[in-house]
């Protein structure tokens, strides 16, 4: 099959960014970007870039490169399912909620309605793309719903999943380190392997795309994300036995980074990682390994949530005793609201959850993050529906620079590590605080004894 055409269902963090990329690299094909939620196309569509739904270093450039030439943004969806060869699907797939599942599994009602559209409206052969992170067998029930309810039309379903850090998407879509595509073994299987295959071609190197068979492609991201998770757990829990015995956990880290065998990636301790991928796909993980009788499997991984979730009540309750037991009417300043520098992404954000743990105690919080609205703010707390609305809007503030956010504060938490954090003038700050005053150091981006010298009590993650 020739591609000239795609379709990708669903204009998220994963789908705009990386069809962005396929329409700069593929000058030659027409790529439709669709979905229902018609402010967050106007968005894409905006003529201000700075407008975009979903903040990215170097997406705006990209965009402006190919909207309106070869991408572009709309909410007909019938029209631009019919008129292509190649569908990605790229919905959200959050943990559910409700039944059987509920807490680990992978709600796929999105990407079944999505099947099913597919279905009620092509009239040709097409090659469908799981883009979104499902667990394994999705595909069969893909095929299942699109062989069963569609009118003759035969589709071909490919997995190719997703491996994008927020905060370096565009880099990671650019210069990948891997490609994986997962496909049928059948001779129209292997014929729509190639043509997406080709696709990638355009711009990454041969040896960085992987094909394997269907489920382990699917199987991979999951594994992939737990396996990071893991790592960050595996330091966050060591950061604990620092603050006991008097290490730096910083020092640990380096030591035990520069084994070959261990390697130092992703063992920056913090409050906890947060993110639309690693809890999610590590509950989808735990639930699909109970589901087969693999219990210790599935208790093994789900300790790697049991810290991340003890590490951001640990974090909390440590502001907590530090303020001699009571925040009560004490005004804390929260830096940074989004899970990681560089996105405006705030999806099961540590921030959330100590925030959370604070309003509880009665603290006054003021929060900045350079990137997130106030309406966010509150949607994510509201969410957790802790508080009504007015009792979470009458205990937070939301200010639009760090310095407001730190008046009269009694004490400041650094959630994310935004660069500008590193470089504000913490002795203006330190001046118009109460004191004591105390920094809760939650990504350790700040020098301990700089910030001392100043005349702050720094806290930072497994540091005594």
Known sequence: MIVKNICCIGAGYVGGPTMAIIAQKNPNLVVNVVDINKERINQWNSSDLSKLPIYEPGLDKVISETRGKNLFFSTDIDKHIDKSEMIFISVNTPTKTYGDGKGMAADLKYVELSARKIAKVAKTDKIVVEKSTLPVKTAAAIKNILDETGSGVRFEILSNPEFLAEGTAMRDLEVPDRVLIGGNESSSGKKAIKALVDIYLS?????????????????SKLVANAFLAQRISSINSISELCEKTGADVEEVAKAIGMDSRIGNKFLQTSVGFGGSCFQKDILNLVYIARSIGLKKVADYWNQVIIINNHQRKRFAKRILTSLYNTVSGKKIAFLGWAFKKNTNDTRESASIYVADLLLDEMANIDIYDPKVSSDKIYRDLNLLASRTE????????????????????????????WDEFKTIDWNRIYNNMNKPAFIFDGRNILEKKQVEKIGFIYKG????
Do not use: F, R
């Open 203 to 219: 711009w990454v190197p041969k040896d960085n795309i992987l094909t394997t068979n269907l489920w382990s492609s699917e199987l």
């Open 461 to 464: 993650i497994g540091k005594s």
């Open 390 to 417: 007015n009792e979470n809007k009458t205990l937070l503030k939301v200010s639009q620079n760090a310095y407001d956010a730190c008046e009269n504060a009694h004490a400041i938490a650094i959630l994310t590590e």
